[in-house]
């Protein structure tokens, strides 16, 4: 039995970041044996195993066939005889194909160390092409490998229009699918994720309404980017800037899709485009089966950024029926996540990143003078039921008005 440190854990320590999580391979030795040394097995599909004390995954050498359709249409062959380096050629790419046993030595028979140097994504063999789900994995890579100059070799991304092109993609699950985009999302440029999606096809595939935005023109006054698709992957590069949850990340993905059902003879004009991107922001959080949380800024931010825009402009009893849409009495993390999105997109703009965004300021400071109204003294002269909702509004009301005359 021999036993080697792989994937992620090497490459990492090879390029000076921070390993998080180590992944090991064994080779030769069968289910058994590792059951015998007290190693806890996890996972149907092939025989992965959890180290008794540290608890880290220790995978049995495997080839993989060809065997259906999709991520999970493979059959897997462990036992004591697959070699290294036929557990290695299997894996996606060659910076992920890199072994190193208990003495640092490295094994590397398929050219990681080189692609690490050359700031390559490369795949290991044409067996890349039969699986879907390495096209989001190498995207978010490229996500998260960019700022060390990190790009996609272009015969890998020929494959990955292949698959793009193959239909295959349509076989990823809704939660395979979004378990990579929210990771993607969460990379340092994930911007580049969607570009290279877009790059391959696959973005066509799996949000053909975020594909739909590039070349569609917006006013050069407001965006200077004038490109809507460019806009969106400037706002994505803001959200990472700033660290911004997924919440807003996603919602910032989504929130001008209404621009791409904009007759082309309005252009460069997007009318009531908030409205109209409801009706596609909707279906897309449910055919990717989003999270609540995300699904729901998402449908918020879309219908009300330009609102988020407008705030200094806005009546007080306009800011009011904003401030309750949000229900920012009870969750005012959620309206704090909606002005974050705003100024994320007043930001996406090409030359002007750098500009004030008073309009945050004023937003949550809106939300803190309602918030700060008080109940009991409305309670005390005797209102309640719907009467006593109608008194709470008038106060809070005033409590605006106040608010924007101190402010102006």
């Known amino acids: ?168 993609l349509s076989d990823l699950t809704p939660e395979r699918s979004w378990k990579e985009i929210s990771r993607a999302l969460m990379e340092p ?42 806009h969106v992957l400037a706002v994505l590069r803001q959200c990472a800037e700033h660290e911004q949850p997924l919440t807003v990340r996603w919602a910032c993905l989504l929130h001008d899709v209404g621009k791409g059902l904009t007759p082309t003879d309005e252009w460069p004009r997007h009318i009531a485009h908030e409205h109209k991107g409801l009706r596609l922001i909707q279906p897309i959080n449910e055919r990717c089966k989003v999270p609540r949380d995300c699904a729901e800024l998402a449908l918020l931010v879309g219908e009300f950024h330009t609102h988020g825009h407008r705030a200094l402009e806005l009546r007080p009893s306009t800011l009011l029926e904003l401030l309750q849409r949000f229900d920012v009495f009870r969750r005012p993390q959620r309206f704090a996540e909606f002005v974050a999105a705003c100024e994320m997109d007043a930001r996406g703009r090409h030359g002007l990143e750098q500009r004030e965004y008073p309009q945050a300021a004023y937003l949550l400071g809106a939300g803190e003078a309602t918030r700060q109204v008080p109940v009991k003294p409305l309670l005390e002269k005797g209102f309640k039921g719907a009467e006593l909702g109608e008194a709470l509004n008038r106060e809070r009301l005033q409590a605006l008005k106040a608010y924007k005359e101190q402010y102006a």
């Open 189 to 230: 440029r994930p911007d580049v994720f969607v570009q290279v999606l877009r790059d391959c096809g696959a973005l066509a595939v799996l949000l053909p309404e975020v594909d739909a935005l590039f070349g569609v023109p917006q006013p050069e006054a407001h965006h200077p980017e004038i490109d809507t698709g460019v």
């Open 1 to 168: 039995m021999q036993i080697y440190k792989v994937g992620g854990a090497v490459r990492d320590r090879l390029l000076g970041r921070t390993v998080s999580e180590v992944d090991w391979v064994v080779v030769g030795a069968c289910a058994e044996q590792m059951l015998e040394l007290g190693y806890r097995p996890v996972g149907a599909d092939f025989p992965v195993f959890l180290h008794p004390q540290t608890g880290e995954e220790y995978a049995l050498a495997r080839t993989e066939r060809k065997s259906g359709r999709g991520y999970g249409g493979f059959t897997f062959h462990a036992s004591p005889d697959v070699s290294l380096e036929d557990d290695l050629i299997r894996r996606d790419l060659t910076i992920n194909a890199i072994a190193e046993d208990d003495h640092g030595t490295l094994y590397d028979p398929y050219g990681g160390q080189q692609d690490l140097a050359a700031r390559l994504l490369r795949h290991v063999s044409p067996a890349f092409a039969e699986d879907p789900l390495r096209v989001l994995r190498v995207a978010r890579f490229a996500a998260r490998y960019a700022p060390l100059g990190f790009s996609v070799a272009p015969e890998t991304l020929a494959l990955m229009r292949q698959l793009a092109e193959s239909g295959e």
